[in-house]
């Protein structure tokens, strides 16, 4: 069980290195910053609580990996969309000169 638990983490940990990367580059596209900020600090004290129980149970490291499995495949979905979409251009709109006679 150790060993089952041990590589769900190392998984996770591969994906979020991934994830954070692909953050990085679309970051000016994030509408909700603030939001994926305090996720990634949510999933990232998980990742650190399931690899502290490794040694001391296995069975709940694991069970603690696969509760923070969806975060990682929602993310992942939603920024590899952002990142494939173009970026929005700002549109200014003049006002129009008038001329007076």
Do not use: H
């Amino acid at each position: 069980m150790t060993a089952e638990a041990e590589a769900a983490v190392a998984r996770l940990e591969e994906g979020w290195m991934k994830l954070e990367a692909v953050a990085k580059k679309i970051e000016k596209k994030l509408e909700k910053k603030n939001l994926w900020e305090i996720d990634s600090k949510t999933f990232a004290e998980g990742l650190k609580a399931a690899k502290d129980m490794i040694t001391a149970d296995p069975a709940g490291a694991k069970a603690k990996a696969d509760t923070l499995k969806p975060f990682l495949d929602s993310y992942g979905a939603v920024f590899e969309q952002m990142a494939a979409a173009p970026a929005k251009t700002k549109v200014t709109k003049k006002k129009a000169r008038t001329v007076e006679d």
